[in-house]
Every structure is written in C-alpha cells, then in structure tokens.
T-cell receptor, first 113, second 108 residues
Framework: SAVISQKPSRDICQRGTSLTIQCQVD?????MFWYRQQPGQSLTLIATANQGSEATYESGFVIDKFPISRPNLTFSTLTVSNMSPEDSSIYLC??????????FGQGTRLTVV | AQRVTQPEKLLSVFKGAPVELKCNYS??????LFWYVQYSRQRLQLLLR??SRESIKGFTADLNKGETSFHLKKPFAQEEDSAMYYCALRSNDYKLSFGAGTTVTVRA
C-alpha cells in the first residue's frame, strides 16, 4: 500500500487568491494524478504529474490555472490560481505503483468566498 | 473515449436484502475495472478489481464484456455497507475514469 499525506485538509480562500495543495507519499510511486470532485459530482482527472517535467493536462484544464509540480517520485503540488467560487471543490491526489491499485489522499476541501 | 455510467444516484435497501449497483462502460481497448468505496469521513478506497475475481466484504462483481457491464452485488446488505460507491475504468495510461457514483443507504 501507499500512505498519502495531503495538505491542507480544508481551506477557505478569498476570490482572486491562489492555494497550493501538497501531496506527500511515503515511498516512490510510478504515477501521480490530481483529481477534482465538484459538489455533488464525480471525480474528474485534472492532470498527470510528471516527475521532472511539465504535467499532462486533461481537456478543460490548463497549466495557468492549475500549475503542478513534481520535483521527485514522492511529492507533488497542485496550485489553484486566481480562484473563483466555481473552484470550490474537493481536490484529491492519487498515486499508482506498478502492480498495485491506485491510492488516494484524504482530499482538500476548498471553499472560495 | 472511455466512459463509465452508473445509472442510480441513490439506492436504499433494507438490512439483509440483496443490493446491486449497476455500472456500464465504453472503452475501445481491454478495460480494467474497479469498484471504489467512500465511507463517511474516510478517503476513497478500493473495494474490488475485476482481475482479482474475489469477494470483499461479501461483494462480488463480474465483468461482462458482451454487455459492457461490471455490476456490484451483495446478497445480504449490512448497515455498515452504507457508503458512496464509484465504478471506475483504468485505461492503458493508468488514468482512472469514474462513474457518477451511487449512494447506498442500508436501513435497519
């Protein structure tokens, strides 16, 4: 298994500001992903965090709005930039190690006011 | 493009009754399918994967490629089964696509 620590667990932010969410894994993993879960909705993949290179974004998500870093095989950050109330969601980090299933962090509940 | 459909948003059953959560998928390749569960105030966790063909907490799920389905079943629901259930498909690049989720409530 993989133990994932995601910080912060929740935050309330002013519109126009940015929030950086951290995801730390207790051991090296092959893949790291960031998902968004809007209120009453399912999980939607934002991007794949690539170690040492730019993240790969899904349709509808762009780097300027959701910059992602992954400096090594156990850590990644997702920034939600220039926030608006529509960004209020739960953001989840997910990791995958070859031969196992995907593991999820506990999520960051973001409220933009 | 891959797609996962869970037609039931809410499912309410009595304790001891059978429960079935429906999941249909579309995917051009060879799918890898999962059921994830989220109990109240807990993180999302794996319940079942189709390749293991095992029963977890009394739940089973069979992949039917002809009907492109992966329905989750349990013959006798328990109160602790009350949770949110997500069907998910993993593509060759390891990305997961989730269904909309089904909230299961088991009543005493």
């Amino acid at each position: 298994s993989a133990v994932i620590s995601q910080k912060p667990s929740r935050d309330i932010c002013q519109r126009g500001t940015s929030l950086t969410i951290q995801c730390q894994v207790d051991s090296q993993v092959t893949m790291m992903f960031w998902y968004r879960q809007q209120p009453g909705q399912s999980l939607t993949l934002i991007a794949t965090a690539n170690q040492g290179s730019e993240a790969t974004y899904e349709s509808g998500f762009v780097i300027d709005k959701f910059p992602i870093s992954r400096p090594n095989l156990t850590f990644s950050t997702l920034t939600v930039s220039n926030m608006s109330p529509e960004d209020s969601s739960i953001y989840l980090c997910s990791v995958f190690r070859a031969g196992t299933e995907a593991f999820f962090g506990q999520g960051t509940r973001l409220t933009v006011v | 493009a891959q797609r996962v459909t869970q037609p039931e948003k809410l499912l309410s059953v009595f304790k001891g009754a059978p429960v079935e959560l429906k999941c249909n998928y579309s995917y051009s390749g060879s799918p890898e399918l999962f059921w994830y569960v989220q109990y109240s105030r807990q993180r999302l966790q794996l319940l079942l994967r189709h390749i293991s063909r095992e029963s977890i907490k009394g739940f089973t799920a069979d992949l039917n490629k002809g009907e492109t389905s992966f329905h989750l079943k349990k013959p006798f629901a328990q109160e602790e089964d009350s949770a949110m259930y997500y069907c998910a498909l993993r593509s060759n690049d390891y990305k997961l696509s989730f269904g909309a989720g089904t909230t299961v409530t088991v009543r005493a």
